[in-house]
């Protein structure tokens, strides 16, 4: 069981930035996927980004391509979401997600895959 907890949220106005943080602990080893998903009111969780610690993706939702940055810290124990230009349909609940296997580009999409979550944080963007 990894224990994600995720920090950064806040209110922004259009077209600012935030920096979301999710700090990991419990890993067995280093070699997860994980990344953020998010979900607005009456909608469905959807993957944002995704990374994988032993090295390999990013892999970024075509709507925040150019906009959003995933990176992993050195001790492979943090993930880092550095959001853009921020737009009003970016506000949601942010979740850290992680498994214990790499990410492809398929399957990173698909929330069920991923069997540990963060309590969430929540983003919002006024315009």
């Known amino acids: 069981q990894v224990d994600l907890v995720e920090s950064g949220g806040g ?14 602990s419990g890993y067995t080893d280093f070699r997860y996927c994980m990344g953020w998903f998010r979900q607005a009111p009456g909608k469905e969780r959807e993957g944002v980004a995704v990374i994988y610690t032993g090295g390999g993706g990013p892999y970024y939702a075509d709507s925040v391509k150019g906009r959003f940055t995933i990176t992993q810290d050195d001790a492979w124990n943090s ?29 990173w999409k698909i929330d069920t895959s991923f069997n540990n979550w963060g309590q969430g944080t929540q983003v919002a963007v006024s315009s």
């Open 11 to 24: 209110s922004v106005q259009a077209g600012g930035s935030l920096r979301l943080s999710c700090a990991a």
């Open 79 to 107: 993930v880092h979401l550095q959001m853009n230009s921020l737009k009003s349909e970016d506000a949601a609940m942010y979740y850290c997600a992680a498994r214990r296997s790499n990410c492809d580009s398929v399957s």
